[in-house]
């Protein structure tokens, strides 16, 4: 997985930075930018009112072009035209809106009577529903207002009027389309074709057809969506992550050690960039930058990783539990009645784990020096030591890795070299799940009399949980 992010990484995309002003160097080739600039709001603002305005006066000068030799093709193109920049309607706009699709759809039925003939549909002026040519206007303004019906003043010509209605039978026949806006947030609007649904609602029927949808938060528009739907066909859209979405998002990278889960919206925001998309957290010394990969943010590089690349160093404290396996257990009680059958050289043991780490300059590689104390439980498992009894056995070590994964080596108390290795997974904010393996290789030791003792076989491993403290 690490190389491939890193091989990802090596293409130039979008940068977002989650706070202070963006620095460009520090992402070379990515594009920077702000969370405002990309999931701040999306206003109904005075270029709708413009374009609003702008389909009024084109519905007005169109009309008398019916009049004119070829005048339905100015009427098409320029209804065409003014409809194009308008993507959220308000409740004052559907009636010009509706009146302009009828109007062209009057057009259409006038220039090209058959919407199954290929210049109709060479024209682009005819849409396709269930394996049916018809004519374009008139179904996007049946998708508009379903429910409306074309008066003499509306439609005076009678077999265009007769021709509304028929189109209008079957769009209601053929079954509706279903939108679903995924993670839509209780507190969001969705306003389609200028009428608002339910607040909260995330699933609505559509008449095939085209629809213009907003998605609101209070009287401020946040997201815009234009719809072709089709009869039976479901639709799936995605809530795209407001600015609030990103506070939590900053804070939990700006503790975390490796990977953090995202919300599905903040993911679909970020699927709406040009990829590959890192998220930038400012620190007091640098800046940490993950990078977006399915539903999750990766550290940008192996060291910041572990929190520790250019970020300073840390300390972890973990707690666990482990299995030893250790024959002189048993053999050093057997005179206490320890069974001497190896299998059950065993025990089941707590393990507390203290450690600080470095990073190695400006490589992927860190260092560090820990502990890992061991209390193996039940009878015997205690180690005559000369005048004393250990039962408390300590692997001071030291350790390398890259990454999530370390190589250890360090002296097993009371009577072996620990070798093996560890690792540390981050879960959430600064908790890792971590765990590790060691290998006891005994160390000979000269007695008074007789000779060396020679050390049984000894080895341990453990799992558990970690904290990291840190920058």
Do not use: C
Request: overall charge negative; cysteine-free; aromatic content about 6%.
């Amino acid at each position: 997985m690490t190389s491939l992010l890193l091989l990802t990484a090596a293409h130039a995309g979008t940068a977002v930075w989650l706070s202070g002003s963006p620095d460009p160097s520090q992402t070379p080739g990515d594009t920077a930018v702000t969370v405002d600039d990309i999931a701040g709001p999306d206003p109904f603002d005075e270029s709708d009112l413009a374009a609003a305005r702008a389909l009024v006066e084109a519905l007005a000068a169109s009309r008398p072009l019916l009049d004119e030799f070829d005048g339905e093709l100015a009427i098409i193109q320029r209804i065409d035209r003014a409809l194009a920049p308008i993507t959220v309607l308000r409740p004052t706009d559907v009636d010009p809106m509706w009146q302009a699709l009828l109007l062209q759809g009057l057009a259409v039925h006038r220039y090209f009577p058959d919407p199954t003939a290929e210049e109709a549909q060479s024209a682009g002026v005819s849409s396709t529903f269930a394996n049916r040519a018809e004519n374009r206007g008139w179904a996007n303004a049946i998708a508009l207002a379903p429910d409306r019906l074309p008066t003499v003043r509306d439609l005076p010509d009678d077999a265009a009027r007769l021709a509304y209605q028929e189109q209008r039978a079957r769009a209601l026949l053929v079954p509706d389309s279903v939108l679903t806006i995924s993670h839509l947030p209780d507190t969001a609007i969705m306003r389609i074709d200028g009428k608002v649904q339910v607040s909260g609602a995330n699933r609505v029927a559509l008449v095939p057809g085209h629809h213009r949808i907003s998605i609101e938060h209070g009287d401020t528009v946040h997201q815009r969506l234009q719809i072709i739907a089709m009869p039976g066909e479901p639709i799936e859209a995605a809530y795209l992550a407001d600015t609030t979405a990103f506070g939590p998002v900053s804070l939990a990278l700006a503790d975390a050690q490796g990977a953090v889960s995202l919300s599905p919206a903040v993911v679909a925001r970020a699927e709406s960039l040009d990829g590959p998309v890192k998220l930038v957290v400012p620190q007091k010394r640098g800046v940490k930058v993950f990078l977006i990969d399915g539903t999750a943010a990766f550290p940008n590089d192996l060291s910041s990783s572990l929190m520790s690349g250019k970020n300073g160093p840390v300390l972890r404290v973990g707690l666990g539990g482990g299995w030893v396996y250790d024959g002189d257990y048993l053999l050093q009680n057997n005179a206490d009645g320890a069974p001497e059958d190896t299998a059950t050289v065993n025990a089941g043991t707590p393990v507390v784990h203290f450690s600080g780490q470095l990073p190695l300059g400006d490589t992927p590689l860190h260092a560090s020096a820990g502990v890992d104390l061991l209390v193996p439980m039940g009878d015997f498992h205690t180690l005559p030591t000369g005048e004393q009894e250990v039962r408390t056995r300590a692997f001071p070590h030291l350790a390398i890795g890259a990454g999530p994964a370390a190589l250890t080596v360090g002296w097993w108390t009371p009577w072996h070299l620990g070798v093996g290795a560890q690792a540390t997974v981050p879960i959430q904010l600064a908790w890792s799940v971590m765990g590790g393996f060691t290998q006891g290789v005994g160390i000979p030791r000269a007695r008074d009399t007789g000779p060396d003792f020679e050390p049984a076989t000894a080895r341990f491993g453990w799992i558990g949980a970690s904290y990291t403290f840190g920058d």
